[in-house]
């Protein structure tokens, strides 16, 4: 089964500041990743997933932007941030099987 | 996008049986019925899922309607360690596999 590993565990930046989320996979190849944010007391919401190396697709028009480098490694950046960035964000795999998701535990990120 | 009602909350005592519901009218032919779960600042959890016929691992049970267009979630024997937001998403085959989170149904153990 897949892990991931997601840091930090929680981040305070001021607004204006860049971001830089890393989460890394083990125990699969070629999954499709995700990022999720959960704004405080809501649901989860899709920010950006990727298929494969260099394939980024944007759910939510943001400040935010995701890479995909090599085949096990999902970033979420922000050039600026914004008071509105704050949440949970949450990475997450799937192996492109029926089988399950797998999430990370999460950043929490308040911007200040 | 086919989407999924769950009740707000509910609440079980300690011990007994739950039966979470999910509201799927307009699930397609090829939609798979996930249900995750989430526990206080951690990240969902992924607990059942199927496609037609009732499924059953170490932690729940996922009955489905015949129809398909509802379900339930059974969890034979709540803990405390229960209490949590579960949600019932239905994953679009042709979408990359991606998950729709709603709101979810906030279940409370009391003990």
């Known amino acids: 089964s897949q892990t991931i590993h997601q840091w930090p565990a929680t981040l305070v930046q001021p607004v204006g500041s860049p971001l830089s989320l890393e989460c890394t996979v083990e125990?699969?190849?070629?999954?499709?990743l995700y990022w999720y944010r959960q704004a405080a007391g809501r649901g989860l919401q899709l920010l950006f997933y990727?298929?494969?190396?260099?394939?980024i697709s944007s759910e939510v028009p943001q400040n935010l932007s995701a890479s995909r480098p090599q085949d096990r490694q999902f970033i979420l950046s922000s050039k600026k941030l914004l008071l509105s960035d704050s949440g949970f964000y949450l990475c997450?795999?799937?192996?492109?099987?029926?089988?399950?998701?797998?999430f990370g535990s999460g950043t929490r990120l308040t911007v200040v | 996008d086919a989407k999924t009602t769950q009740p707000n909350s509910m609440e079980s005592n300690e011990e007994e049986p739950v039966h979470l519901p999910c509201n799927h009218s307009?699930?397609?032919?090829?939609?798979?019925i996930h249900w995750y779960r989430q526990l206080p600042s951690q990240g969902p959890e992924y607990v059942i899922h199927?496609?037609?016929s009732n499924v059953n691992n170490r932690m729940a049970s996922l009955a489905i309607a015949e129809d398909r267009k509802s379900s339930t979630l059974i969890l034979h024997r709540a803990t405390l360690r229960d209490a949590a937001v579960y949600y019932c998403?239905?994953?679009?085959?042709?979408?990359?596999?991606?998950?729709?989170f709603g709101g979810g149904t906030r279940l409370m153990v009391k003990p």
């Open positions: 997450a795999c799937h192996p492109g099987t029926t089988y399950g998701y797998t």
């Open positions: 125990g699969t190849s070629n999954p499709n």
């Open positions: 990727s298929v494969g190396i260099g394939q």
């Open positions: 307009t699930i397609s032919g090829t939609d798979y």
């Open positions: 199927g496609l037609t």
């Open positions: 998403i239905l994953s679009y085959a042709n979408a990359g596999n991606m998950l729709t």
